[in-house]
């Protein structure tokens, strides 16, 4: 098993920046990739972006547009989203996820096997 806990969420303004943290815990040897979710009130939960956790290999869904970046500190089983101009549409609860090696497309849901409880972003206008 592998434990997720996300934190960093918070209140901001619009064009402001806020960082999210997701620290992994359990047997994380087995994580392969770690992903970043969305979702906002009445949607899908949408693909943020991901990392490769060995190779620090990154993807982003269409809508971050630059604005969004992921890393991993290893030795501090981490994995951070820092959201740079946010705007009023991010608002949501951020989850982070994670996967094992295998044929699943990393930017569905349905391909990862452990997930976190969420933080919650919201950007004011």
């Known amino acids: 098993q592998v434990q997720l806990i996300e934190s960093g969420g918070g209140l901001v303004q619009t064009g402001g920046s806020l960082t999210l943290s997701c620290v992994a815990s359990?047997?994380?040897?087995?994580?392969?990739?770690v992903g970043w979710f969305r979702q906002a009130p009445g949607k899908e939960r949408d693909f943020v972006g991901s990392?490769?956790?060995?190779?620090?290999?990154?993807n982003y869904g269409d809508f971050v547009k630059g604005r969004f970046t992921i890393s991993r500190d290893n030795a501090k089983n981490t994995v951070y989203l820092q959201m740079n101009r946010l705007k009023p549409e991010d608002t949501a609860v951020y989850y982070c996820?994670?996967?094992?090696?295998?044929?699943?497309?990393?930017?569905?849901?349905?391909?990862?096997?452990?997930w976190g409880q969420g933080t919650q972003v919201t950007v004011s206008s």
């Open positions: 996820a994670a996967k094992t090696p295998d044929r699943r497309t990393y930017y569905d849901t349905r391909s990862y096997d452990y």
């Open positions: 990392i490769i956790w060995s190779s620090s290999s990154t």
């Open positions: 359990g047997r994380t040897f087995g994580v392969y990739r």
